[in-house]
């Protein structure tokens, strides 16, 4: 345990380790880790340990309390997991087993503790009866006191919710060999010194402290000070983790083409997973809807969203449910998620560092990645600092060109023609076009057309150079009659009934009977059950039931008209429109500010009242939550 001389070539404190891949031939057998740890480290596929865990292991093995500085990605959970259960399965043999908990892990988030928990266990798969606990706050204490009741050796866990565990006694700390801090630059930028400081006071005198950090901040070096005894202090330098295996290039896009420059990239070049930076939480959920709109499988992630849901949006990219992640820096840490073909930094990041965390997310298990970057003009002083940050040249990248694009959307709906001749039953429809051209003198080419159309449900195949309509178009439609369709307006609702958004409108040149279709549709409701439309010029309010099942909601979450998915959403009266306002005929029933139905209308209510008639309730409908909140 004491912290005696090496005898090892490392010199003691503030080691610098600049060891590439090339140079460092060390086998994980040399590092004197016990047999059954290398036993799995090699069942993982690790043929060799990467600089860090090279230069950390033996002195962790020797009981020394150690500092570890290196980028995200080059290993750090090994480094102290290996040494950590090397030395645990050596004091089981030396005491008789023991469920008492002997290692804790610090950890910053939820998904990290979880990451490394599962790294750990991982490691584990040659010794006997070990337990790794993932303790961690937003998710019931239950299991994790069964789980401390039942005894953990190694415990991973948030500071705040290993604090909790602490006060409630159900963490019990007294033969606790060996702490880490992970991402510990991370923690402390979270606000957890306090905590950190805290746990450490709450453990036994006798024991191995490791920091791993990404970065060496003063406040690191405060904690290291204070808490870790003789630390010896290993750094790797950044050259090699972000790799040959990347490849960085750079485009120059203005705010407003970036959409546009994103979807042009994401059409034509061959990606798996993509995680997609931007700087602010409202910008994850804002492109993320946006790239829904335009058909693609995204979602957000950001600090505001429950840790729960976070996770399972990390779940659904790695088993492909979704390809792209929207995030912004803090949200996507040290994410490991190997199918990450692209990361696009959307926004630029804020300091080189963050650039270079955020490319790591890619190029993971020495897979080949991608890293664009969005900048304009102006900001292209930074390309040097990058470059010289990452010793590697960051190419300049011409965007696609529309043709491109449209040479790949007419060979993937080629494709899909093939893989439907070759996999799907065409005999109905084989008569079907047979009798068709017969019936009406046409060309089984003619035919084919109008069906390719049919596929397309009436979205265009082909991006225009311009694809934003003028606004004045949108404008001109705007007369009283215009908008609704000839189901009418609703102007109050009726009881029990709630309105919905959905994101199509003119602009997509969607038709009442086709909301009515695709709902009736696929959220199982009758005609009658739904109420009014209101097309609006980028989204529609519906009338639909309240209370939606869990089915419907999920049904109509995917459902799409034409082609754009509909983004079913109960309205909240965003986006006030002028268009919408006042107006007998009209939108009347939207308050031009809140956007919603005035429930009670004390005020104008001649309009409002009329239709729906006998009384249905119209002034209280069995929703007000969603419409009470916000009148006024
Ligand atoms: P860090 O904590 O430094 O960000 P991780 O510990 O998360 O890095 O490791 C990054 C990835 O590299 C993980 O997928 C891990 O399984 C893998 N890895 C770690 N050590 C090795 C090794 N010696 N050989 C091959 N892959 C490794
Ligand atoms: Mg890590």
Redesign the pocket.
């Given at each position: 345990m004491s912290s005696e001389q090496q005898s090892s070539d490392v010199p003691n404190n503030s080691t610098n380790n600049d060891a590439t891949d090339e140079e460092n031939t060390v086998t994980f057998a040399e590092l004197g880790i016990d047999g059954r740890v290398l036993a799995a480290l090699s069942d993982?596929g690790?043929?060799?340990?990467?600089p860090i865990?090279a230069a950390t292991i033996p002195l962790l093995l020797a009981g020394n309390d150690v500092v570890g500085v290196?980028?995200?990605?080059?290993?750090?959970?090994?480094a102290f997991a290996v040494p950590a259960l090397s030395r645990m399965a050596e004091l089981a043999d030396l005491n008789g087993p023991t469920r008492n908990t002997q290692v804790l892990v610090l950890a910053p988030t939820r998904e990290l503790a979880l990451?490394v928990a599962e790294?750990f266990s991982s490691y584990t798969k040659h010794m006997e009866d070990v337990t790794v606990l993932p303790v961690y706050g937003g998710s019931p204490y239950g299991p994790q006191l069964n789980g401390l009741r039942r005894g953990a050796q190694v415990v991973v866990g948030t500071p705040g919710r290993v604090i909790d565990h602490i006060n409630k006694g159900s963490l019990d700390l007294s033969d606790l060999q060996y702490v880490v801090l992970d991402e510990a630059d991370e923690m402390l930028r979270m606000g957890f010194a306090e905590e950190v400081d805290k746990i450490l006071e709450a453990t036994p005198e006798n024991k191995q402290v490791v920091l791993f950090s990404a970065t060496m901040p003063g406040s690191i070096r405060r904690i290291s000070k204070q808490y870790l005894r003789n630390p010896q202090e290993v750094t790797v330098k950044s050259s090699t983790s972000t790799g040959k295996n990347i490849r960085q290039r750079y485009a120059q896009v203005m705010g407003p083409h970036k959409l546009d420059a994103m979807t042009r990239i994401l059409e034509s070049e061959e990606h798996d997973g993509v995680i997609t930076f931007v700087r602010t939480k409202m910008a994850t959920e804002d492109l993320a809807d946006k790239l829904k709109a335009r058909g693609f499988t995204a979602a957000a992630i950001n600090g505001d969203i429950p840790q729960q849901q976070r996770e399972r949006t990390v779940e659904n990219l790695r088993g492909g449910k979704i390809d792209i992640l929207v995030a912004t820096d803090v949200a996507a840490r040290?994410l490991?998620v190997e199918r990450i073909s692209h990361v696009i930094n959307y926004d630029i990041p804020h300091d080189t560092e963050s650039y270079v965390h955020r490319i790591g997310r890619t190029g993971?298990?020495g897979r080949t990645g991608d890293a664009i970057l969005f900048m304009t003009p102006r900001e292209k002083y930074l390309l040097r600092a990058i470059e010289k940050a990452t010793r590697q040249p960051v190419e300049l990248m011409q965007l696609p060109s529309v043709d491109i694009v449209n040479d790949k959307r007419l060979d993937k709906f080629a494709q899909r023609i093939t893989a439907t001749r070759e996999s799907e039953d065409l005999s109905v429809f084989r008569n079907l076009v047979e009798k068709y051209v017969e019936d009406n003198d046409v060309t089984a080419v003619e035919a084919a057309a109008a069906l390719a159309h049919m596929a397309q449900g009436g979205r265009p195949l082909l991006m225009e150079e311009l694809p934003t309509p003028p606004a004045k178009q949108v404008r001109m439609s705007k007369g009283a009659k215009d908008g609704f369709g000839s189901r009418g307006p609703t102007r109050a609702l009726t009881e029990g009934n709630a309105t919905y958004r959905i994101a199509v409108g003119r602009r997509q040149r969607v038709m009442p009977g086709s909301i009515v279709g695709a709902l009736a549709n696929e959220g199982g409701f009758t005609a009658t059950e739904i109420g009014g439309i209101d097309i609006r010029s980028d989204h529609s309010l519906v009338e639909l039931p309240a209370d939606l099942s869990k089915d419907q909601w999920r049904a109509l979450s995917r459902t799409r008209i034409g082609g754009e998915l509909i983004q079913l959403e109960l309205d909240s009266g965003r986006k006030p429109r002028r268009e919408g306002e006042g107006g007998g005929g009209g939108g009347g029933g939207y308050k031009g500010k809140s956007g919603g139905f005035r429930k009670d209308g004390p005020r104008k209510t001649g309009g409002f009242r009329k239709d729906h008639g006998a009384g249905a309730g119209s002034r209280k409908p069995r929703t007000g939550r969603n419409f009470e909140d916000r009148s006024n």
């Open positions: 993982v690790y043929e060799k340990p990467s865990q290196a980028q995200t990605g080059t290993g750090k959970t090994a990451q790294a040290g490991d993971r298990a």
